[in-house]
């Protein structure tokens, strides 16, 4: 699962527009919106610097969250944010409601493990990783922090596929084909030829 959920207290905004969303950043708040679920879209502004330092700490886009709009709380998702491409300050910030049964896209980072146990490796191959990151269909309420790619016994040649990695109850991968993840490669100076007969007598 992914890290603990989060509270974040919003106020509902009446005005929108370009003069009304730079005012609020001159005053140190985010315009935002809450949508989804059948339920009709609200404005809000939100605290810069807590949702900043949310946008930071990372797992904010697969992190359910709570929104207090003046009191009424809404389970949401982080689903799009926008940065000033100068300035490195959050701009916006599209929530998703979410409940038990909300099904939800999100790009999962894939971990690899087990490096050393991987005779490709350790003989100078190199690990090409295609994809960081696997996008999925799953429950809101069970979004992975992370996929973790066992290494152990590839080598040189070898390709991991994504029907190799165990997801879990409930996720589906959003790409409906064995996709690969990563492959090991020869190393471009070649391969170490004394590891490999290390290897090959161990």
């Not at 929108?16 to 679920?37: F, Q, T």
């Not at 939800?104 to 960081?132: A, D, M, W």
Request: glycine share 8%; hydrophobic share 40%; charged share 25%.
């Amino acid at each position: 699962m992914s890290q603990e959920t989060y509270e974040l207290k919003a106020e509902a905004r009446e005005r929108v527009g370009k003069g009304s969303a730079r005012e609020l950043r001159r005053n140190g708040l985010i315009p935002a919106v809450i949508y989804g679920d059948k339920q009709a879209p609200i404005t809000i502004a939100l605290n810069t610097n807590e949702v900043t330092k949310r946008i930071h700490a990372g797992s904010f886009m697969t992190t359910v969250a709570t929104i207090d709009v003046d009191g009424k709380k809404h389970k949401v998702l982080p689903k799009d944010y926008q940065l000033d491409p100068v300035r490195d300050f959050t701009m916006h910030v599209d929530f998703l409601r979410v409940s038990g049964n909300t099904q939800v896209t999100v790009e999962i980072p894939v971990h690899f493990i087990n490096e050393e146990k991987s005779p490709g490796l350790k003989v100078g191959g190199v690990l090409n990783i295609v994809r960081h990151e696997v996008e999925v269909h799953c429950p809101a309420d069970a979004i992975p922090e992370f996929f973790n790619i066992d290494l152990s016994g590839k080598k040189i040649g070898d390709s991991i596929h994504i029907a190799e990695v165990t997801l879990p109850k409930g996720a589906t991968p959003v790409i409906d084909r064995d996709f690969t993840i990563a492959t090991i490669i020869a190393p471009a100076a070649g391969i170490d030829e004394s590891a490999a007969e290390g290897e090959a007598e161990a």
